[in-house]
Structures are given as C-alpha cells and as structure tokens.
C-alpha cells in the first residue's frame, strides 16, 4: 500500500478523477471484466469494473434509490420486480423494502462482481445471502428476458457502460423482450449514461424505447462519482406516467425512509435542463 | 507544452480532477491568487484560481444560467443589479441579457482574474469591454455593500470558496451590509458550495442568511466541472419566493432562450434531497 495510490478513472484521453487508495481489497479478472475493490480515503469502499468507478459506500444511495423508488412508487401496487444486472445488491435491496413487492429476481452475469461484494461491500450485497423474496440468478440478462414466462410490474436495467457485457442491454432485440416481460402497467426503468460525455448512446437508448413503448421520458441525478456528476436514468413505460400517475401520498403510507429520494424529487428530477431537452425531447412518448 | 500535461484540481487529500492542457495560455499571481487559462482537450478554455477550476467554456452557462435567472425570473421587474466577483463576466452577461434591467454594477476585487478573461475567455467576458449599462469596478464588494447609497432589486454573489479574497463574503457583517443595499423586494443569490464536501460552509452560509433575511432557501444543480458535480446556490430575498411567486409567462415573454435554464427547472431545483434538506432546511425561513 502506497500513501500515494490512487483509484483512477480516465474520460477518454482528456480527463480523469482520482481517489485516494489506502487498500486495495480485491483485484480479479473475470471472463467479463477487471474487477476490483479498494478502500478509499473519504468516499468508504469503492466498485470499479474495467477502472470504471461502479459505486462508492459514501454515495450508492444516490443511485440506488433514484433507480428503484422512481418506478416503484409510479407504479401503483408493484409485486415483481426484475433486475438485470446490479451485481452490488443495491438495487434488489432498495427493491424489497418496498412492503407490497412479493418477487425480485436479479439476473447478475457476473459472479466474480456478486462475490467480490458480498466479502467486502456488505453495505449493499447483505441482501444476496439470502431473502425470502429474492432469486438470485447468476447469468445472462438477455437471455433472461428473452427465454423467461414471468412477468413483471417493474424491470431495472442497472447496468455498466455499453462496453464488455453490457453492450447488448443497450439494443433494441432486449427492450423488445424487456417490453414482453413487463406486466400490463409495466415500467422500465434503465442506466442512462452522461449527458455530457455519453450523448450518443443517450440518444440511441431513447430511439430504441420510443420505437418499443407508448411512454418514454428521461430524468436526471447528481452521482458524486460519475465524470460530471450529472446523470440520466431512461423511464419507459406501457403507459404509465411517473408525473401524472404518482400519488405522493404512497410514500409517507409506506413509511419507508430515504436519505436522497423525496416525493418532491420524484416529479422534479424529470425537469431537464435545455441542452439534454434538446438532444432527447424528440423521443418523449405519450 | 508536453501532451502528459493535465490542470488538476485536488480536494483536500483524497481526490483530484485532472483536465488534458493542451496548452496554458496565461498564468500569473495577483495580491490575492494565482490564475490560470489553460486551453483544455475537450471543455474548451478553463479559467483557474488557486488551482481550482472557475469556469470552462463548454460549461459555463449552467453556473450562470442558474445564478442569474432564478433571481431575475422570480424578481418581477429587477431593474437593478449588483454583482459581487464573477469577474469572467459571466454573471453580468447574463443579468444583462434581461430587457428591463438598466443598471448593473460589477465589483470585483482581482483585475487579473478580469483581465485574463478578457484576453482568452471573450465567451464569458466580452461584455467587460464595455456595455452602456454595466458599471464594472475592480474593487472590494465587502465595502462597496458597506458604503454605497444605492439600492438593488437582486445582488448575486459569484464568489470563490471561502478562502482568500472571497472569505469576508461568506460572514455576518457582508450580508447585514447586502440586506440594506437591497430594495425592499430585493433577492440576494450566492454561490454555495458541494453538499458533500463543503458541508460545514454551507450551513454556516444558511445560518448567517437565516438571521438576516426572512426568506432563505437553497437550490441545486449540476455543475461539470466541479468537484462531484451536484453543487448549489444559496437563495435569500425580503420576502420573494421562488416559488410561490415565479410567473412562468415571464420567460415565455422574454424571448430569451437558455442552454440550461428553463421554467420547469426553475422550480424543481429547489427540491433538495434528503440528506441535503437534513443539513439545511432548519435554515428555511418563509
């Protein structure tokens, strides 16, 4: 351990954040990808696959509750949920402290990312060793949504960037299944990259869900620990609205605590600013 | 020029943010910092004070979109404003951009930062050549608020971190002085720090509006280019709320259009979240 070790993550060749490594816990290399665990100085223990920073213990909150409570709280009375991805944990967990949801299955096709947490990152990967509620399916996404008879009130597409194993949740073949997969009322609700730095895969997300879905929009975070800070998740849906169907009341009956999400956020993280309108307004749906 | 070169920001000793330099255009040390404008690879020109970024042109409308037209849209009809620092020009460019507005006063304390601009960063800075409604004066806003007899419709305080020149602004006695050189609908608007890592000064800048003002409250947005992108703006007024009294037609009438700001955005980003509202809304007054 050097005192001047540092957790890079580069942008291309023109930038890159650095955090302070005193240990590194864990480094593996898996059929996918480089994975590894460090303990940083101020943001707690760190996730990064292929040098990209995944989550930080200090801010995964951020993340996992924009991800989860936004569509489980438009929906009116979800009780299966799908993740496809999210190796961390921080997704299921997120999903099943909501009372009514009776099923969460989570697709992870990597099991070195599920172990490499579990032994180090308990903070979001408790949930893995086991709940009631939960499966836990270590394999390929794709082929879940394409093979599976389920259906599902809810899917979270919490994936990595479309490089290595994540390239094909970004196509329009899964969101024709992912749409199949969904119930009725069904939501989706998928990773949306930079709106600085990832304008054309932004863009290209929202075609594939506006050829596929009756109601499509865009919303928006700060992630401490994304080049930018400046966020977007996708939200598509077979017709729900997350601004006209959301009944604040749901989120104090459910009692649930948040330490980002609040009904205020929920209608006012899909209030983008001009330049993001600019690039994705024209895929908004219904 | 060695294309290894990087202008690099470090918050404290666990993190640093490093842009390409492709080339330093002006380096030097006035009595108060160093400033810097180096060309970037991708963010364009990046302006640096005590190796901590200010602006860079692919960004700089979100700062000053959000410090600007938040007060001038809840304002019903500003006619005067003060700017403290913003000595890129930024600020007053777009106080300026508003028809009804006559007069704007600019105080800032470092010519060097002003003069910088104006050789490499005309984006922002142009307007400082000369406007025939802009009073530029290099000087120190702490007095100016102490000493002048003029009053303002909307003060904004475009200041550094408080440290160097910039700390008086975040005191008592600057903003007792800011409260009565405002008119009686008056709305003062200061830059206000990380709600991750400037914990402490931003509820120390809550508490020192909240005993002076009887409408304090703070907004959010995400800035590219400093330290983990979600950063805020403090909001304090003799009574305007940007809320309750925002009428929307008033951008509509303008006629101006904005790369960042828009009337949605205008309210939502005075939804905070939770841990955010935990540190500062006991200082809500209003």
Known sequence: MSTENWATERTEDFMEVRYRN???LFTGKSEFQKVEVVQTRWHGKMLLNDDLVMLTEKDEFVYHDMISHIPLFTHPNPKTVLVIGGGDGGSAREALRHEGVEK?????????????????????????????????????????VNETKLKFDV???????????????????????????????????????????????????????SSQFPFVRMYQFGNLTYPGGAWCFTFASKGLSPLKDFDKSRVAESGLKFKYYTPELHSACFALPQFLLDSVEKFFKG
Chains 1, 2 share one sequence.
């Open 22 to 24: 005193d240990k590194t």
């Open 155 to 209: 899917i979270i597409v919490d994936s990595t960037d479309p490089i290595g194993p994540a390239q094909p949740l970004f196509g329009p073949d899964f969101y024709k299944d992912v749409y199949s997969c969904l119930s009725d009322n069904g939501i989706v609700v998928s990773q949306g990259e930079s709106p600085w730095y990832n304008v054309p895969i932004q863009e290209s997300m929202m075609e594939v869900l």
């Open 104 to 144: 969460v299955v989570m697709v992870e096709i990597d099991k070195m990312v599920v172990d490499a947490c579990i032994e180090h990152i308990p903070q979001t990967s408790e949930v893995l060793l086991g709940h009631p509620k939960l499966e836990l399916i270590i394999g390929d996404g794709v082929k879940y």
